[in-house]
């Protein structure tokens, strides 16, 4: 029964699990190279490295142009994904970690609402009921106390550019499903990178720090596992419908909570294992809304 259950589990829904599994792997691996004095736009730069070259020889493969054939909108994916970046480290730097972790993490229903309008995309209700499930999850897991209180007066500021790269994520998640009709996956994710590398050069300027062999090593592999969450993301969301592909993102938090307590020793405390059983029995009812209403029996 089990393995005619994951038999399935839509596709999209996997590619989406594999790609969450790898970007959380990627973060253990950016904290821990973090503790070798590595900025954090070195560490930008060096996953961009990476990534531009396992994509240009994964396109070169396929025996594909590297600048595939809409230009405009493969360039407007990578730069508001690079933008969408920045603004991520700027709310992480300028807000609380748990205001800023929650802000960016309402991405989903920005996807739902963009892929609404100009996806003509249908909200269905278990997404709605797994986006819900999922933000409340999030909050006790980073910040239970501003679910029983008001909290403290933040930068509008802040807020905003955290929304910010909240907004371009879920844009960078739209462009890519409008553009999985035309372009290949290799050449979507090789436009990332390209975009990505000149712009944390540039806000690297002086700082650059020599990584000894165990950062280097650290470094390459951020590069090889943000490269697999992005081939798992941009399969998803030629496979799944955008609203639904991009709410399983959530599941990273899951993944992480537990490379935390492996790697770093970081027991989870009370609300995180309560916001953790949201996140995931909201992920259940996205994939059993899936299940109903494909006529699928498990």
């Known amino acids: 029964m089990s ?5 399935n589990i839509p596709v999209g829904v996997r590619f989406m699990l594999m790609s969450a599994l790898a970007f959380a792997i990627m973060t253990a691996c950016v ?20 990534s531009l070259i396992i994509s240009y020889v994964d396109v070169r493969r396929k025996r594909l142009s590297v600048w595939g054939h809409n230009k405009p909108l493969l360039i407007a994916r ?3 994904g690079s933008l969408a970046l920045i603004c991520v480290y700027y709310a992480v730097t300028t807000l609380p970690l748990a205001e800023a972790t929650i802000l960016q993490y309402l991405h989903p229903v920005f996807t739902a ?10 909200i269905q209700r278990s997404t709605i009921v797994c986006i819900l499930f999922c933000i409340v999850g999030l909050v006790l897991i980073v910040s239970p106390e501003i679910a029983l209180s008001a909290g403290e007066e933040l930068s509008l500021i802040s807020v905003a550019v955290a929304l910010m790269g909240a907004l371009g994520s879920a844009i960078a998640y739209v462009i890519v499903k409008r553009l999985s009709n035309t372009e290949d996956s290799s050449v979507i994710i090789f436009y990332f990178p390209l975009m990505a590398l000149p712009l944390s050069v540039f806000l690297l300027g002086d700082d ?12 390459i592999l951020i590069g090889i596992f ?3 969450g992005q081939v798992g993301l941009t399969k998803a969301m030629k496979t799944e419908v955008a609203s639904k592909a991009t709410a399983y993102s959530y599941i990273q938090v899951v993944f992480s909570i537990i490379f935390g307590w492996l790697l770093f020793s970081e027991i989870p405390s009370i609300w995180t294992w309560a916001g953790g059983a949201l996140i995931i029995i909201g992920a259940l009812i996205n994939v059993f809304g899936s299940f109903n209403r494909r006529g699928v029996k498990v």
């Open 226 to 228: 943000t490269q697999i």
């Open 78 to 80: 990578g730069a508001v």
């Open 113 to 122: 609402l963009l892929a609404l309008v100009f996806l003509k995309e249908r």
């Open 31 to 50: 904290k821990l190279v973090s503790t070798h004095g590595i900025p954090v736009f070195e560490i930008v730069a060096a996953r961009a490295i990476v």
């Open 3 to 7: 393995i005619q259950f994951i038999h």
């Open 208 to 219: 650059f720090v020599m990584p000894d062999a165990e950062a280097l090593v650290l470094l």
